[in-house]
């Protein structure tokens, strides 16, 4: 094929190699924007910084962009994504998913399983087997427990796939209450009142809404039990963490593994950082050589779509705001 | 059913209500031990301590004997089992196989996305989205990682199916070097040579026995990557120990999470304690209230089929030694 039978997909901020190949692998050329600038003759934009650093102008040729992030609620707050845009836009969701209900899966497996007092410890400890140390320390499984899965996205329907194999139960909550596969049960978001008797531990997988800001509160940790696990790889806001920091401290709950955080970045002295029952990770469940690899894979399937003609993945309604 | 109509198996060396409660679920009476001695009725034997208490006379009626363990050796070098025992004798292989796959998974995951680093925190670090802080912290992926699965019995299978949905590959390794199914490529023994260039990662799952001695050993651990992780949850001879405290040290390795060592308990003051790189959890893979519960499952079964006169599960070779 000749080159000039190929778009001209232009890349920012800056260069990416990873990217770039994807670009050339499914059949278009890479032009770099300089300066903030979209050379004109780009029909396609790979766009990997955020809204504040986004071109204010862009060429009349170009079509579609395609943005570095699965959530976008900050492309449209800061009026780069307008309701009348005349270009498709895409985001990466969806891209992600695998490597976030990863880490939600390890959170979970890393607080059942006690791992947190064990990596504390510099000596044995013969009765460690018996499954509570004099410590404290306890070893559980998660064969044969119930995981609530709140949210089942991409991410959590990842999850619920991943605990299949572990002889996990598993009780999907979504807004429709449509039957999630491998779920063992899925209600909808107006009947999650139903959920925290029923479960074991708890996976926050949700989009952040005003619906689902403390979806998981005072009132919802209360009805756990003194085994359960919280994770939440989602949005800090999901959890009320007072709530949370009180069950903690007063052992009403297993432990909490948050990936996320209400505020984020978690304040130096905050009690999470040294509670023995909390897990945090900051905010690396989708670290960036990670989120690279799978971003360089949605972009070459979508440039592959856009040299086709096909419809594009992960299209974002510029009307309805996501 | 006339109480009369159903065999009466004894349990010792103590009472234990799950165990009990199996028995008369599977069909059978009960009765216990007493300093050491097996009631004249009893059929069948299901005890739950080791080879140094076992009684050491038995009824002329009784048939079988179920052991609480999953590896027999002790029970043979005790004398207990002596190859020209009359007895059926059972052991309880397999019966952990799910709890101790999901320790290796745990301690793999946890090794592979950074969690000590993190858990020693007690600050946030924007900088650990990049995947690398500048306190050394890295979180990759299992999706796309080859996994070397070291002995592909009822753990190291239960490994590959809890990977599948990960989106790892893995290579198994087992005697006969018969297809394991799940594995992507399944390799004897023999020719474990070519294993250690082709993995990312590896899981220690088979039986310690002379060959398997230090299977792990400087040779084959040099030839890793810089970031692949070590996790054995078989037993600690099966690695050598020294030239792994060396990998660890030198980095050549990303690291080794380990619940057996050679020696166990692993002495107070060992490097393998305090190594930034390596996770120690102490024998926990199977804790007693789940091996009970798993234990209990096993028993009913068996207990089911010695009611039935089916051949029992897990019958072990007293002529072969395991």
Redesign the interface.
Known sequence: MASTDRPVIALGPDANDPIEESVRRAGADVVLTHDGTVPENARGLVWLGGADDFPTSLPDGLEWVQLPSAGVESWFTSGVITPGTRLTWTSAAGAYS??VA??A??LL??GV????A??A??????D????TTDSG?T??????ATVGIVGAGGIGR?VI??L????AHTIAVNRSGREVEGAGRTIPTSEIDSLWDDVDHIVVAAPATDRTRHIVGAAELARLRPHSWVVNIARGSLVDTDALVEALRAETIGGAALDVTDP?????GHPL??LPNA??????A?????QE?ALARHVEANVARFVAGEPLHAQIDPAAGY
């Open positions: 695998d490597t990863e880490h899966l390890m497996l890393a399983r006690g791992l947190p064990y990596l410890r510099t000596s044995w400890d013969d460690a087997k018996s499954g320390e070893t559980r499984t998660l064969h044969g990842t796939r991943m299949a194999p572990l002889g984020e970045p978690l304040p130096d950082w040294t897990i945090v990770t900051p905010h690396v989708n670290p960036w050589p990670v690899a």
